[in-house]
């Protein structure tokens, strides 16, 4: 029987020979951008693969994810690998979808390749016969929380039960049988030198689905007959500025968001004003506090103007724990793929704002 070594090598060779497949995989991915829970011809496409590498799968799950799984001939644990199919929407990005502006700005055309390669690798014959357990291949849909309305409405219609791919594959028992995973994310951060980082944290938050209810009247004859909700939700957004001093530095406390309906002509007084938001924290008291304080800024905007406010506070994710034993292992095998002097371990407890919904699987 080969060693691990030499097991080691035999997969990185299998993903060598097929590196071409796996690099035009990314770059399909990247020219075709779809938002979460929008990922149809993603989520096809991947399918296609899968199916290439023999791989028998499950498709649709939360609407657009997919999950096969390797199985080993021996006794084992189940480890996930994961991949996360959807885009943002940015319209300045150089491959943005001009029509919806999504973009993969967040690297996410790399990952579900990632999680291919990982299946190139352990498909090779030698290793099936020597993998103990199973590799169940996520490809999840939706982790960046943006289009809350859209969303929203999905959830109203029953569609969906959570408003997140991970969560939603969590509700759905999707991971029941998974004992660990992991996945890799491209870096953010133009500072970073070398070619693998691991360790950190992430934020968890709550977002804020928000409408702001006035009275619509003639806006230059006779304004004084209306509730102007555009300026009830400017009150509220600069009461909320006025907060930032009330948090600690330590709990990485962010308050942000977009007005997403400012109303429907410029002659009427908006009687009907949209505010998506989000409060991010270190931890789930600290979000808390701040979630609370928001809710009073915008109940405030609403008094001010004698107008109303609905709010919607939608479970967002739970701050990142990453398991030490897992990331050591991490660690060393990715020392021998590229060199130990490429790698850069980050303290535990650095945190750099974002937030993911592999919080709620670490936790």
Known sequence: MP??????????????????????????ILANPEPGFLEVKTSRFVSEKLSELGVSHQSGIALTGLKGVIEGGRPGPTVAVIGELDSLRVLEHAHADPETGAAHACGHHCQTPMMLGAAVGLLAPEVMESLAGNVALIAVPAEEFIDVEFRWGLHQQGALGLMAGKQEFIRLGA????????????SSSNQETAKFALGGTSNGHVVKYVRFIGKAAHAGGSPHLGVNALQAATVALNALNTQRETVLNEQNVRFHGIMTRGGVAVNSIPADVRYEGRVRGRTAEAIADASDKMDRCLRAGALTMGGQVEIVTLPGYLPMKNDPAMTELFKANAGEIVGESELVTHPADLNRGGSTDMGDLSQ
């Open 3 to 28: 060693t691990i070594e030499q097991l080691k090598s035999i997969a990185q060779a299998a993903i060598d020979e097929r590196a071409e497949w796996l690099i035009e995989a990314a770059q399909t």
């Open 175 to 186: 991971f029941d049988d998974v004992d660990m995973a992991m996945m890799v994310h491209t």
